[in-house]
């Protein structure tokens, strides 16, 4: 291994011969992994890592397996290089799961502006990889760091049989001018931004109870990550059918009351907050920000659009910042979602029957639609492809 490289878990060389998906090794060495995350109090009261741990537990892990069964036989594709990045929690854990799964090898690159809190997670996922009995899965793992080195990048590049690049569209365009073995295949997040559709009519009908409930679950699609993820939603797209427009205000209100019992509010995220709104109030035109409502002092903006017409520009808030608009009706909303609009969260709405809408109408944006709480629940299809197929290969 380099001298610039460090390893944080795992083998320095790993052992990149394929193995089946779902190859039961590699399922108990997550389902280990899954428990020792729950147990652990460093990793349980975090909430990414929690989350991660709850995602990889047996249960989950083998309703997975039943929903990639194939019917002709399928193998990984040898080693797989990950890029994670700095400002997601646990997304690092998340890559590594479902390479393992798909039958890779892999090495994981962490960026070495990796957050601190995911150094429990990182402290368990080692702990685990070191019992003898996940000795086969250790030997085709390997998390490491370095600094930016696009020669080291460009080195792992060569020899990967998958290349996996989250990051923002930056990142992307520059690992993707690295060359791979003609062979192999690669998967890029770029950067994308997410939104949320509620019906008024549903909201005007909640109780104090149902609303608080409900925006505990904003909460976590939102604030638990700063508004980073690029499927925590920006922009409040609230549905015009029927039911009272004073719930809109009644909503912000509880989604304030939540982040004043649960969010580490500070300087940083202040100053932040309103620079991201004075920016947009100065620059975005089409469509402007017509007004904006502070809820529980700064600690919650809501700016207001005027008017959609268009595809939505990209939308990022951040520490509390939202966009809201009204929407006329659901068919109106398919030609607003641009390529890059990634996930929408449902209120009021079954998911499934608005997801046939933007299929029959042929939306370009959108790849996933969740309800309230489940936008940052990560799942093995992403960006609208399905990666254990990706990142593994047919043979037949």
Same mark, same amino acid.
């Given at each position: 291994?380099?001298?610039?490289?460090?390893?944080?878990?795992?083998?320095?060389?790993?052992?990149?011969a394929?193995?089946?998906?779902?190859?039961?090794?590699?399922?108990?060495?997550?389902?280990?992994?899954?428990?020792?995350?729950?147990?652990?109090?460093?990793?349980?009261?975090?909430?990414?890592?929690?989350?991660?741990?709850?995602?990889?537990?047996?249960?989950?892990?083998?309703?997975?397996?039943?929903?990639?069964?194939?019917?002709?036989?399928r193998?990984?594709?040898?080693?797989?290089?990950?890029?994670?990045?700095?400002?997601?929690?646990a997304?690092?854990?998340?890559?590594?799961? %479902?390479?393992?799964?798909?039958?890779?090898?892999?090495?994981?690159?962490?960026s070495?502006?990796?957050?601190?809190?995911?150094?429990?997670?990182?402290?368990?996922l080692?702990?685990?990889?070191?019992?003898?009995?996940?000795?086969a899965?250790?030997?085709?793992?390997?998390? %490491?760091?370095?600094?930016?080195?696009d020669?080291?990048?460009?080195?792992?590049?060569?020899?990967?049989?998958?290349?996996?690049?989250?990051?923002?569209?930056?990142?992307?365009a520059?690992?993707?001018?690295?060359?791979?073995?003609?062979?192999?295949?690669?998967?890029?997040?770029?950067?994308?931004?997410?939104?949320?559709?509620?019906?008024?009519?549903?909201?005007?009908?909640?109780?104090?109870?149902?609303?608080?409930? &409900?925006?505990?679950?904003?909460?976590?699609?939102?604030?638990?990550?700063?508004?980073?993820?690029?499927?925590?939603?920006?922009?409040?797209?609230?549905?015009?059918?029927?039911?009272?427009?004073?719930?809109?205000?009644?909503?912000?209100?509880?989604?304030?009351?939540?982040?004043?019992?649960?969010?580490?509010?500070?300087?940083?995220?202040?100053?932040?907050?309103?620079?991201?709104?004075? &920016?947009?109030a100065?620059?975005?035109?089409?469509?402007?920000?017509?007004?904006?409502?502070r809820?529980?002092?700064?600690?919650?903006?809501?700016?207001?659009?005027?008017?959609?017409?268009?595809?939505l520009?990209?939308?990022?808030?951040?520490?509390?910042?939202?966009?809201?608009?009204?929407?006329?009706?659901?068919?109106?909303?398919?030609?607003?979602?641009?390529?890059?609009?990634?996930?929408?969260?449902?209120?009021?709405?079954?998911?499934?029957?608005?997801?046939?809408?933007?299929?029959?109408?042929?939306?370009?944006?959108?790849?996933?639609?969740?309800?309230?709480?489940?936008? &940052?629940?990560?799942?093995?299809?992403?960006?609208?492809?399905?990666l %254990?197929?990706?990142?593994?290969?047919?043979?037949g």
């Open positions: 291994m380099r001298d610039n490289v460090t390893l944080l878990a795992g083998a320095e060389q790993v052992d990149a394929p193995w089946l998906p779902f190859d039961p090794r590699a399922v108990d060495f997550l389902a280990e992994l899954s428990a020792e995350v729950l147990r652990g109090p460093d990793t349980r009261r975090q909430e990414a890592s929690a989350a991660f741990g709850f995602w990889c537990r047996r249960a989950r892990l083998e309703a997975l397996a039943a929903r990639h069964a194939s019917p002709l036989p193998l990984g594709r040898g080693l797989a290089f990950h890029l994670a990045p700095a400002n997601v929690p997304l690092f854990a998340y890559t590594l799961a %479902i390479g393992l799964l798909a039958g890779n090898a892999n090495v994981v690159r962490l070495s502006r990796r957050m601190e809190g995911e150094a429990p997670l990182l402290a368990a080692r702990r685990v990889l070191e019992r003898p009995e996940h000795a899965v250790r030997a085709r793992t390997s998390l %490491i760091t370095y600094g930016r080195d020669a080291v990048t460009a080195d792992y590049c060569a020899r990967c049989d998958a290349r996996i690049v989250w990051g923002g569209d930056a990142t992307v520059a690992v993707r001018a690295m060359p791979m073995p003609p062979h192999a295949v690669e998967l890029c997040f770029p950067d994308r931004w997410s939104l949320a559709v509620f019906s008024q009519r549903a909201f005007s009908a909640l109780t104090p109870e149902e609303r608080g409930a &409900l925006a505990h679950r904003f909460y976590n699609d939102t604030y638990q990550m700063d508004q980073n993820a690029c499927s925590s939603p920006q922009l409040v797209l609230w549905l015009e059918d029927g039911g009272d427009p004073a719930c809109r205000a009644r909503w912000w209100e509880a989604v304030a009351a939540e982040a004043a019992e649960r969010y580490p509010f500070g300087p940083f995220q202040a100053a932040r907050k309103l620079e991201r709104l004075c &920016l947009c100065m620059t975005m035109e089409q469509p402007s920000v017509a007004a904006v409502e809820y529980q002092g700064n600690l919650l903006y809501v700016a207001r659009l005027a008017g959609l017409s268009g595809n520009p990209s939308l990022a808030g951040g520490f509390g910042l939202f966009f809201e608009a009204a929407l006329p009706s659901l068919e109106a909303l398919a030609p607003l979602l641009p390529p890059k609009a990634q996930t929408l969260v449902c209120g009021g709405l079954e998911p499934s029957e608005t997801a046939a809408l933007l299929a029959r109408a042929g939306a370009r944006g959108v790849d996933r639609v969740v309800p309230l709480g489940q936008a &940052l629940e990560m799942d093995t299809v992403w960006d609208g492809r399905d %254990i197929a990706a990142l593994s290969r047919i043979i």
